[in-house]
């Protein structure tokens, strides 16, 4: 167990819908990342947040935005969504002392398995 | 970040040493090398990372050539829990994003 919760678990949605994928960082930490896996794409980096604010981003579309909150947890919300948003999608923390913080290791939740039917 | 080069897949043997390699050709001073895997569409799960030094932990050991353009994943004593994929990953110290590749698939066969 990581320690990164993310919920739901599945998550079965029609195409043009919106949805919001949670996710509770480990105890402490402050930075906050998103990936989406596909099968043919690998693992993708979306979005980062540290200590609510957005530090990087990556391959992000439009239609998805994603917030960190006052409590550290964070939302991904993907919005008309489309046949080929179906994928993993996983949330990961790191401790992040300071906004600089590098070096640190990444601890990945079991993540969200979205299907756009 | 640079790039990096691993076999698409690899088998071994349950209770001999896994040997996992990764080239780095292009890699720069300041950036570091993790080794990731996931196991059958579980999150990532860290295993080690080096700068310059051999590494080892209760998981791995990282050898990383004196030119530090490529490096070894060692796991000890294989097990059948170990087959995964297997992500070597390059990085500059800056900002902590991980930028996976493909990975080598680690088949540990009884």
């Known amino acids: 167990d990581s320690g990164v919760t993310q919920t739901p678990k599945h998550l079965i949605t029609a195409t043009g819908q919106r949805v919001t994928l949670r996710c509770s960082p480990r105890?402490?930490?402050?930075?906050v990342y998103w990936y989406q896996q596909s099968l043919d794409q690998g693992l993708q980096f979306l979005i980062q947040?540290?200590?609510?604010?957005?530090?990087a981003k990556g391959n992000i579309l439009e239609r998805f935005s994603a917030q960190q909150f006052p409590d550290l947890h964070s939302e991904l919300n993907l919005s008309s969504l489309e046949l080929g948003d179906s994928a993993l999608y996983f949330c990961?923390?790191?401790?992040?002392?300071?906004?600089?913080?590098?070096?640190?290791?990444?601890?990945f939740g079991s993540g969200t398995q979205l299907s756009v039917l | 970040d640079a790039k990096t080069t691993q076999p698409t897949s690899m088998d071994c043997a349950e209770g001999r040493a896994a040997n996992l390699p990764c080239n780095h050709s292009?890699?720069?001073?300041?950036?570091?090398v993790y080794w990731y895997r996931q196991i059958h569409s579980q999150g990532p799960q860290y295993i080690i990372h080096?700068?310059?030094n051999n590494e080892t932990n209760e998981m791995a050991s990282l050898i990383i050539t004196e030119d530090r353009k490529s490096s070894t994943l060692i796991l000890p004593h294989a097990t059948l829990r170990d087959t995964a994929v297997y992500y070597c990953?390059?990085?500059?110290?800056?900002?902590?994003?991980?930028?996976f590749g493909g990975g080598t698939r680690l088949m540990v066969k009884p």
């Open positions: 990961a923390s790191s401790v992040s002392p300071d906004r600089f913080a590098t070096n640190e290791k990444l601890f």
């Open positions: 105890s402490g930490d402050l930075s």
């Open positions: 947040y540290y200590n609510g604010e957005e530090r």
């Open positions: 292009t890699i720069s001073g300041n950036e570091y």
């Open positions: 080096g700068l310059k």
């Open positions: 990953i390059v990085r500059v110290n800056a900002g902590n994003m991980l930028t």
